[in-house]
């Protein structure tokens, strides 16, 4: 009798995927990633939270991408904030996927987070608190020492690269 696969719903921090694969150097093929995440776990949902310029032609090309290989765009409008002369985009998604993770914990056995922000330690500590179980998948350049010490286990996506790159 084979072993059954436990559920599991996904949650990717866009803002810390986009940095992460910045300090990498390298791009992530999100169809990859969730055939990978297939492999293990039974994913049953996934979401990618990600602020958007209005008139971005490959934001919208992106979001469009995300939608056709099974993950959902969960978007809202970049915050321009003036630090000087220089202008920063900025949007903060961790209350929605803090209050997304909670309300939906009764649909999955583990949270899968894409994302090495430590303002999420005290959200894993809570679900584990409600027998959930919670992976993170991060880099070793950007995942934060509260998530490794937290997590139940956690993946660097420099160990996948073969697996997950984007091609071309």
Same mark, same amino acid.
């Given at each position: 009798m084979t072993k059954q696969k436990t559920t599991a719903y996904v949650y990717i921090d866009g803002a810390n995927m986009f940095y992460t694969q910045r300090k990498? $150097?390298?791009f992530f093929d999100f169809k990859k990633i969730l055939k990978h995440l297939n492999k293990s776990w039974k994913v049953l949902h996934t979401k990618y939270?990600? $602020?958007i310029k209005t008139d971005d032609p490959k934001m919208s090309s992106f979001l469009k991408y995300l939608?056709?290989? $099974?993950?959902v765009p969960v978007t809202k409008p970049l915050k321009q904030i003036r630090d000087g002369k220089v202008i920063i985009y900025k949007s903060n998604f961790d209350v929605e996927m803090t209050v997304d993770m909670?309300?939906?914990r009764s649909a999955y056995d583990t949270c899968i987070l894409l994302s090495g922000d430590s303002d999420f330690e005290a959200l894993v500590k809570k679900l584990q608190d409600f027998g959930k179980k919670v992976v993170v998948y991060s880099s070793r350049k950007t995942i934060s020492w509260e998530l490794k010490l937290i997590a139940n286990s956690y993946l660097f996506f420099e160990d996948l690269k073969k697996e997950i790159k984007r091609s071309g």
């Amino acid at each position: 009798m084979t072993k059954q696969k436990t559920t599991a719903y996904v949650y990717i921090d866009g803002a810390n995927m986009f940095y992460t694969q910045r300090k990498l $150097g390298w791009f992530f093929d999100f169809k990859k990633i969730l055939k990978h995440l297939n492999k293990s776990w039974k994913v049953l949902h996934t979401k990618y939270y990600t $602020g958007i310029k209005t008139d971005d032609p490959k934001m919208s090309s992106f979001l469009k991408y995300l939608d056709k290989v $099974g993950i959902v765009p969960v978007t809202k409008p970049l915050k321009q904030i003036r630090d000087g002369k220089v202008i920063i985009y900025k949007s903060n998604f961790d209350v929605e996927m803090t209050v997304d993770m909670l309300l939906e914990r009764s649909a999955y056995d583990t949270c899968i987070l894409l994302s090495g922000d430590s303002d999420f330690e005290a959200l894993v500590k809570k679900l584990q608190d409600f027998g959930k179980k919670v992976v993170v998948y991060s880099s070793r350049k950007t995942i934060s020492w509260e998530l490794k010490l937290i997590a139940n286990s956690y993946l660097f996506f420099e160990d996948l690269k073969k697996e997950i790159k984007r091609s071309g």
